[in-house]
């Protein structure tokens, strides 16, 4: 059964860190591009940031460049999204998701995993 399994968030001061895991199982994700998405309450799922899972090539929504960072660990199939600076407007609840080799949309989705930032 091919999983996508997020952990790491929970509530946080604006300011501060969290680290998101995502743990993939099940099938190889090689060529995939991994990615992270969130929705907040009353919005619609927006993008955050991905990358290759291979290649390390990344991409990142404007709103969270230059404080957010994708990565990934082959050897444990995990790809994090590292967030600093967080900011209240950061509350949500964050999603991985894998898109495999020349599709269009994202096929593969996690549970989620709610990020909270009080001010």
């Known amino acids: 059964q091919v999983q996508l399994v997020e952990s790491g968030g929970g509530l946080v001061q604006a300011g501060g860190s969290l680290r998101l895991s995502c743990a993939a199982s099940g099938r190889s994700f090689s060529n995939y591009r991994l990615g992270w998405f969130r929705q907040a309450p009353g919005k619609e799922r927006e993008f955050v940031a991905s990358?290759?899972?291979?290649?390390?090539?990344?991409l990142y929504a404007d709103s969270v460049k230059g404080r957010f960072t994708i990565s990934r660990d082959n050897a444990k199939n995990t790809v994090y999204l590292q967030m600093d600076s967080l900011e209240p407007e950061d509350t949500a609840v964050y999603y991985c998701a894998g898109r495999p080799p020349f599709a269009a949309r994202y096929a593969i989705w996690g549970q989620g995993t709610q990020v909270t930032v009080s001010s």
């Open positions: 990358i290759t899972w291979s290649g390390g090539s990344t």
